[in-house]
């Protein structure tokens, strides 16, 4: 499936299965991918603004290949794996009831996103702006206090202990 070089303007795709596929140097503006697989899609140059996707597998994405130009997308009940969102503004992003296992989110803006009720398994984030981004109910993150900026971030408990093992210090 090669979706190389178009313009899609508040398409719906539903149950398409787009492995392999190339969205070098396309535009998707106000799109929405429900139930979709997106394993190993291409994303040279594409540009995604306003764009949702709901209940669907991503798998091998590098997002900061895309034109960064108004880029915006949100995730929600997606399953989104060994994706890269590296040096990336991505402020407002929402990641909602997402399993994001063994992605880098680094020198990532991540100003007012929210993880919420997500699992970070495996997922680095380092030199990070985390101001106002809500982990609420979120788990299995692993931040280091002292590599990422953290200014009002919610934290839900017990999961927010774990920003003491940056600490190196022991609890009883």
Request: proline share 1%.
């Amino acid at each position: 499936m090669d979706f190389t070089n178009k313009e899609l303007d508040s398409e719906n795709f539903k149950g398409v299965n787009f492995t392999g596929a190339s969205f070098d140097n396309s535009r998707f503006i106000s799109c929405t991918f429900d139930n979709c697989n997106l394993s190993n899609v291409e994303l040279k140059n594409s540009r995604l603004q306003n764009v949702a996707f709901k209940d669907c597998k991503l798998m091998g994405l590098d997002f900061s290949k895309c034109n960064k130009f108004l880029m915006s997308f949100n995730f929600e009940n997606c399953s989104v794996s060994m994706c890269i969102f590296s040096n990336l503004e991505l402020q407002n992003t929402v990641f909602k009831d997402c399993q994001i296992f063994d992605c880098d989110f680094l020198n990532t803006n991540l100003t007012r996103a929210s993880f919420e009720n997500s699992d970070l398994k495996n997922s680095r984030i380092q030199h990070s702006n985390l101001s106002f981004t809500s982990f609420k109910d979120a788990r299995n993150y692993n931040i280091n206090p002292n590599e990422n900026f953290l200014k009002k971030t919610k934290f839900s408990t017990p999961e927010v202990i774990s920003l003491l093992s940056a600490f190196d210090i022991i609890l009883e």
